[in-house]
Structure formats: C-alpha cells, structure tokens
C-alpha cells in the first residue's frame, strides 16, 4: 500500500495537468503527426526519395522505421546516462541488472564522455539517414493532391519529416526517460547502443573534437576534468593519430562538399534551383551556426540553472534571457529544450539537402576521380554528418562550457530563445507527451523515485548522491537533463549532498537518541 501511495504521488508530481488548451494543442500535433505520416508514406511508394529510388519502396519504409527505433533509444538513453552518474549504483544492482551492466561501463574512467561524444555523431548519422528515406527528390512533383501551399510547407520546407522524427524519434522518449532512467535502459538493446557508440568514439572519426577541446581549455585556463590518467607511449601516439586521422576526415568532407557546391552537384540545387552556389554555401554555415548556437545554449543554460541571479548574465540581452528563461520557478526551461530540438531537426534536414550529392556515377565526372562505389556512398550526403558533428555541434558545446556567460550576453541567443519557445507554445510537437504516456503504459515504466527514493530520501538512507561537477570539456549533452534522479522539478534548489549531508544527518539522529 505504501508502494502504491508512493507511486501515485510521483505520478502527480510529475505529470502535466489536463487543461482545454493543452487538449487542444495535443489534439492537433497528433494530428499533424498522422498527417506527416501519410505525406512520407506517400513519397516513399511513389519512389520520390533517395532510398526509395535507389532501393525500393519497402526498403526506404523499412529502414525509416528502423532508424526511428534506433534514435529513440539513443535518445533516451543519454537521458539516462546523464541523470544517473551521481546514484549509487548498488541501489538498482539486484532490480535492474541491465542497467547496472550499462552504468558499469559508461561510468569507468572517462567513458561518459567518450559515449557522448560517439553518440553525437550517431544521432547525425541517423537523422541523416532518415532524411535520405523520407524527404522528397522533387518537391514538386503531385503527393496526395496537396495545394502548392501545403507542398511548400510539408515538402520543400520539410516539416512532414521534422514532425515525425521529433516526435517519433527523440522527444517521447526523452520525456520518459527523463524521469524514468532506471527503467529505460535496462534493457540489451539499450546496452547493444551503448557499446556501438563507444565503437564510434574508439575509431577516431570524430577525434579533432579532443584537439578543439584542447585548444579551448588552454585559451580559457580551464583544466580538462579527468577520470584516467595521462596517457603516455603507445596510448599517447594512438590517440594523437587518430586526431591527425579525423583531421583528414574532416578535411576530405568539406572539400567534397564546398566543391560540390560550387559546381550544382547538390540535392539543394535540385529542390532550389534559384539559389545560386556562393549563396548555397553560405546558408550551409548559416544553419550549421544556428545547430551550434543551439547546442550550445543547451550546455550554457544548465550551467547557470543552480548559480545566483546576480551572476547569471551582466549585459541586457543577458538579464533578457535570464528573466524570460528562468521565469517563475524555470517553467521555460523544459519548454525551451523543446522548441529547440524542433528546430535543430529543420536545421540538421536543410543541412542534409546541401550535402547529398546528384552525381551519377559512371558518367565520368565524379568528384575527385572516386571510385563509383564511392561516388554512390558520397551522394548520400554522410559527410554532412561529419561536418556537422564536429563543426556545429561538440565545439559548440565545448565553448558553451567553458564561456556559458558569454553565450547568455549574445542577443542571437535571446533571439533563438525566443523562437524556440513560440515553437514549443504552438504545440507542434505536443503529441509527445500522449505518446510518451502510452509507452510508459505499455512498457510498464515506473518513475525512479518509486526504486531508488527521492534525493532527500537517499540522504536520510546513507546513500547520498556523489558531487558531480562538470568542468571544461565535458559534454554535458542535451535533452532533459539539468534535475537530480527521483526530484520532483527538473529546477530545485541544489540539494545538499555528501560529507555534509550525511554529518548533519547523524547530528540529528544523535539528538533523537539521545
């Protein structure tokens, strides 16, 4: 009974109220949602996307929907690996021994990092590979006898395959698994990604990250955190080679695409035929700079939640986003992590366009004289992946960390701010928050509060949660993070925790026994 009870009053904290306008905003992105489904449907079985055409129809449906399962996990479970670091693990060992298997390894040494910086580069990959099966070659081509209008909107802009692969593919299961991490990753599947993405951070590609990294802690004086030891001899040359590798990557990806550009050779070209090359790559930085300031608004807003208001922001678009954020107890916080994973997903989809290349392969005039096989893998646009995860994405996140205020006195961050907000407002995207409580049903997850207690209740328990405290070069990672495990708002008050803690515990334990 007393389970129960429990259950049901973590239930009540964390649930959103039913109101008319929030039914009204449900209602219609479920709608929309549907409605997206139906359009992507429709270009895959007319063969107007690259899989389709390439493949086949049930290839490109296939793949789709697999690649949505996929991104739904990596999603969520970041979530979770970057909400549990500070519990102890003995707590959920015997309930969730997957979960266990997975913590054990992501939190050894530096592997948290080491996942997050893999896993970046495998949410590009994936949305890229989403946007190659759903979004259409020629948006002008007749879908389900929609007006010009609506084309333009759901087809040239691409909001059909924004709406499904937000809602579908990242915030349903980052609204569960932002308050259900025991549960959500205790499962092989969630270990299966887990190790994948330390495989892609193993290989290099995305190692100039780590020089980047470098170049900002020495420019800032911040020290790069650390959980292993310097490396020395073979760990030391293996590490610096595959930074020279992933150079080179890095360096081939943006050749590729910047003379592709130049030349016509792009899906962007095809799709808008006015937009000349020098513009085209222009935008293509445009959006890769909106995706980074993005990301790093994300890394720079959690880092001021827990700090004093005086020291949050000292210029006025600083105190404009200060005051606009954390409003009332913080409510535009989640809101804003909202809006703005709707509008990295455009970006990452209209950065998708000016990288996929529509060069024929065996016609002779391949980029730089690649094999055929290589010209086919290039059309597909994967570079843009590389380019982007590294270039829009970890240095983004890397300076926000270690120049969070500077980020809050930038008047675009108030801007996008702003804009992310109206998104999340319209409710664009609100069916996830229907969808996330029918996996929740479905899945039987329970919030973490109900295994593990709250953070109060880990104290009073001997079990407080470890001071974690990122510093210069850590990614922090997105999604709705920035709240303790089992807390009832994501914008408490700092609860205290370790030595002090526990010796003002056992004071007052003292003084009741005696």
Known sequence: MADTTKEHSAADSHDIPLTPFNLVRYAGSLGLLGFSIAIVGALMFTGNTRVAQDANPWVALIVCILAIVWLSMIEGQQASLVGLPPVDPDLYKDSHPLTYKNAALAFKGDNLDRYLMGRQFMVLLVVFVINQCSSPLDPS???????????????????????????????????????????????????????????????????????????????????????????????????????????????????????????????????????????????????????????????????????????RGNSVFGKKTCDLLFKGNGQNLPGFMIGRQLTVVASFFLVGSFTSLTITPGEGNNIFGVSDGAQAFLNYGFQGAVITTILASISWQLAASAYPIAFLNNPVTYILLVVALFLEFIGLCAGAWVLARVQKSVMGFQYDEVYIGTPEDRINNDHPDKEFAPDMGHLAGGGFMGHQVGSHDALDGPVPHSKDALEAKRSRDALETA
């Open 141 to 311: 081509v007749d879908v389900l006898g929609l007006p010009d209008g609506v084309k333009f909107v759901f087809l040239d802009v691409g909001l059909a395959s924004i709406i499904f692969t937000c809602i579908l593919g990242q915030l349903t299961t980052q609204v569960n698994a932002s308050h259900q991490m025991i549960d959500y990753i205790n499962n092989y599947f969630a270990l299966f990604t887990l190790y994948v993405a330390m495989t892609v951070e193993f290989s290099g590609v995305m190692h100039s990250s780590y020089l980047i990294q470098n170049i900002l802690s020495a420019v800032s004086g911040k020290p790069i955190q650390t959980n292993e030891p310097p490396r020395t001899g073979f760990t030391f040359a293996f590490f610096w080679g595959r930074v020279l590798m992933s150079l080179a990557i890095l360096g081939f990806c943006l050749a590729v695409t910047l003379v592709a550009l130049m030349n016509g050779d792009t899906a962007v070209a095809v799709k808008y035929p006015s937009i000349k090359p020098g513009l085209a790559i222009f935008l293509l930085f445009f959006f890769m700079s909106v995706v980074g300031m993005l990301e790093g608004m994300q890394i720079a807003f959690f880092a001021v939640a827990k700090i004093p208001a005086s020291e």
